[in-house]
């Protein structure tokens, strides 16, 4: 029983790892893509180490105006949305957490299924009522097209947090109202400090569904100038006249270094966080 259980697992780690390269080769091409030459892009059989090692494609990227824009125009007003979003998701999100959670009131339970069932809802399906409310209130071309809906508590966000906000015994928040202690603070300086796994977790969830987000800009966005990141890659490559592939794929690079920065800095808290809130891969 005991080889044949090695063997089975064995058998897991080899297939996991094989899965797991599959999903690295597009990186690890483009990586290597973003350092050759033009005309090294191409070849077959595939110079996984470029000879020679060349910058031509981030100078490309980085010095190049694309439609009278620099790409650092791109890069700046991404981190500027992402913030703010993150700013909203975190306050919005949090405090409807706390209140779905720790505090009692006639229909929390049916406004909170009411809540996930906005979760089914694609975002095809509002795209043109969200289009048509932004164009009346004249946000339309503008940056906080982008972020608004942040600051209303998203479902997943507000479900995610319950989830974590349910574990914690509510001993600790009866405790702090006998020692006169409000909503407010049992929520901001008991409760939300002991959150931080599931709150890293829809921080980093919500920074790379921002960043990567093509749909929304696309939609509201019409000024070159406001253009985020996936935008500007788009226009980059519809350049045909101009087609860099080095250059796309630095600029893919660049665009990806936020990223994983953000989860080797929070991967400990993004684990945690996945297993308290009851979400399985």
């Not at 899965?19 to 996984?48: C, D, G, H, N």
């Not at 339309?140 to 966000?157: E, I, P, S, V």
Request: aromatic residues 18%; positive net charge.
């Amino acid at each position: 029983m005991s080889k044949s259980r090695a063997w089975v697992k064995l058998v897991r780690m080899a297939f996991s790892f094989g899965l797991a390269l599959s999903m690295l080769f597009p990186f690890l091409w483009m990586v290597s893509t973003s350092f050759k030459m033009p005309v090294q892009v191409f070849r077959y059989p595939i110079e996984w180490i470029p000879d020679p090692i060349v910058y031509d494609g981030y100078v490309y990227v980085w010095k190049r105006s694309l439609i009278g824009v620099s790409f650092i125009v791109f890069y700046w007003n991404s981190i500027k949305i992402a913030a703010i979003v993150l700013v909203g998701t975190f306050f919005s999100c949090s405090m409807a957490a706390y209140a779905y959670a720790k505090i009692k009131f006639a229909g929390r339970n049916t406004l909170f299924m009411l809540k996930l069932a906005t979760m089914m809802i694609p975002f095809q399906i509002t795209m043109i009522p969200t289009f048509i409310i932004y164009k009346n209130f004249g946000l339309l071309d503008t940056h906080m097209a982008l972020w608004l809906q942040a600051f209303f508590g998203g479902a997943f966000g507000t479900f995610l947090l319950r989830q974590f906000f349910v574990s914690v015994p509510d001993e600790l928040s009866e405790a702090a109202r006998m020692d006169g202690a409000g909503h407010w603070t049992i929520y901001w300086r008991i409760l939300l400090p002991l959150t931080k796994p599931a709150l890293m977790t829809l921080m980093v969830l919500t920074f790379v569904g921002t960043w990567n987000n093509y749909e929304a800009p696309l939609l509201y966005i019409r000024t070159a100038s406001l253009y985020t990141i996936p935008i500007g890659l788009k226009v980059m490559s519809d350049d045909i006249e101009n087609l860099n592939y080095p250059g796309i794929m630095a600029g893919v690079v660049s665009s990806v270094i936020p990223i994983l920065i953000l989860f080797a800095l929070t991967q400990k808290y993004f684990v945690q966080g996945m297993n308290y809130s009851g979400i399985k891969g």
